[in-house]
């Protein structure tokens, strides 16, 4: 049997859209799920609470008329992302509406819990947790995750400072399940270079903030299309957290992006207003942004990244037979 759930079987490239806060909707997960690869959203991007709801009800509904239509190309399958952080003081409810609606995939972040586990596991559900190092995979695996995302330097959001060989390397030299790889990944190129690695899905997440779908003001998408890897910052000064973040944003706020302070981690909150406001200004972004030459819909951004795929299995199959 196949190390990778079945549920992963019908991507059109080895390719999850990685949940964005304040930014993924249910129009953008549904856009990219059609568009065959996972589309995911964090369960906190539903405000209040009860709006959470509605949207798995409209996932869920929109996908299910979709493949209804479609039973040769049936959309691909989708995760909502929770913050297993002391903080959110959601998680149990959220955990509640993610059994209702059997949501197929279950994306933890900053912190591993078993109930978690236990609650997408009573319904069948796959539940990856995001790393950025290999003492964190052996805790999310031993907590009872299924699969690891190994968030890379170069990340967008909170990332860690590893780079992808050394991450993958450590973790594959004991996990052999499903794997996915994050940071910086936004082409064709970069996704084979993940599974030529040993991971299996690229797991990208900034180039979707230059969609059309994408719930971001027009100046941070445009901000996307324009910038590139050098200006991109590392601080722990917004969250508590280190995380990479657009240095036009920083300075619009006042700030000299290139001498940040340091934060105090004792402030730590994830599901707050004050988070919220934090990230609704200062603006996440991983480093591989000058791939994005334009706003385009997310359906188009996934037809390119899947024509380079394919252009670079070729290139790659050329060069070494
Ligand atoms: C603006 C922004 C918001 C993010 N919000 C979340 C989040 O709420 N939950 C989470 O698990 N990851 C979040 N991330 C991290 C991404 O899921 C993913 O790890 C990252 O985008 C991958 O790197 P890339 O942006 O270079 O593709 C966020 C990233 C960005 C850029």
Redesign the pocket.
Known sequence: MSRIPAIFQNLRIPVIG???????NPKLVIEQCKAGIVG?M?A??ARPASQLDEWLAEITEELASYNAKNPDHPAAPFAI?Q?VHKSNDRLEADMELCVKYKVPII????GAREEVNIAAHSYGAVVFH?VINNRFAHKAIEKGADGL?A?AT??????GNKSPFALVQEIREWFDGPLSL?????NGNAILATQAMGADFA?????F?ATKEAR?ATEYKQTIVECTSDDIVYSNLFTGVH??YLAPSIRAAGLDPTALPESDPSKMN?GGETNAKA?KDI???????AAVKEITSAAEFVEKLQKEYVAAKKKLWEVTH
Request: proline residues 6%; hydrophobic residues 45%; charged residues 0%.
């Open positions: 990685s949940p964005l806060f304040i930014i993924s995911s964090p906190l991007n992302n913050i994306i933890t972040s900053l995001d995302i968030v170069g990340a967008g959001g909170h990332a994050a940071g910086s990944i936004a797991y990208i997440g900034s180039p903030i971001a995380g990479n994830f990230w603006w996440g972004s991983g480093q591989g942004i």
